[in-house]
Structure formats: structure tokens, C-alpha cells
């Protein structure tokens, strides 16, 4: 095993650059914008269709729907911090000068905001089909709970705003993950 050349805050706040920030931010932004976006598209006739009648053999699809919505987003979300975390690890960093070894660190940050990210949305776009589905079966108006399988969207706004990466957060967490060991 080689050890890793040692590197400060000093190294991590020079590789972290506006430029690099800046584009971790509009992944960000992206990511929560275009669920935002899909679920007033899928909701919009939720809010435009008065239906006068629903089947009843829909609300076991949507109960069945609901129901594997729920279990996908609890795993999602725990598949999500544990994945996150997991990336940032001393171990993943390769042996260079402090400066190198900063930016790999950096770099690892952004894969890991992704993976945090990314399976919180899966599970959001999953529950943004079956609103669609409530919605075309005109079951949704007449059982509005099944609005709850929206919930998922906003665990990712959630998620997504209590860890946007400001400059401060992002070297906090690459100092706890990396410098103190």
C-alpha cells in the first residue's frame, strides 16, 4: 500500500475554483428543475379534466403502483446516501502532488453529488408515472392520496436544497471526508 502525499484545506480550496463549483451547481439546479418540470407536464390535466366516473379495477393497479413506488423510493434514498458516501474515500485517491491530489478529491465530490442525486430522481420520475397513470384512468380526481406517490419529487428537492453545494459545504465535507483521519 503507498501512502498519499499529504494535502491541505489550502490544496482543496485552490482546486476548487468558481468554474468547478459553478458546474456542480447547474447539475444541481438541473436535476431538481427537471422533475419540477415533468410534474406540472403530468399534473396539468389533473388540474384541467373533471372526469364524471372512474373503474374500479384501476385501484388495485394504483394501490399496486403506490405500494412499489414507496419500497422503490425508500431503497433509492438509502441506495443514494450510502452510494454518495461511499465515493468519498480516502482510498479512491491516487498517489500525485497535493495540488493533483485536491482536484481527484474535487472531482470525487461531483461524482458523488450525482450519486446522491440520481437515484432520489429515478424513484421521483417513477412516481411522476404513476400520478400519470391515476390521471388517465381519472381515478386521481376521485382518490386524491394517490398524489402522495409525488412525494418522492419532493424528497429530491429536498435533498437536493439541504445539500446544494456552496463553496463552504463542499469543503466541509471534502475536509471530513479526506483531512481528518
Known sequence: MTTLVPFTRTDLEKALTPEQLRVTKIIRIALMLGITLFYALVLLPYFLVNPERFNLSDVFLMNTLSLVHGVFTLIATA??????????RRERLSNGTPEKVA???VALHRVSSLLLMAPIEGAAFFGAVVCM????????QFMPIYLLNSASAVLLIVVGLITFPTRERVLGTLESAFLQQ
Open 103 to 105: 482536484l481527484q478529491a
Open 133 to 140: 397513470v391515476g390521471i388517465q384512468n381519472k381515478l386521481m
Open 79 to 88: 441506495a443514494a446516501f450510502f452510494l454518495s458516501k461511499m465515493i468519498l
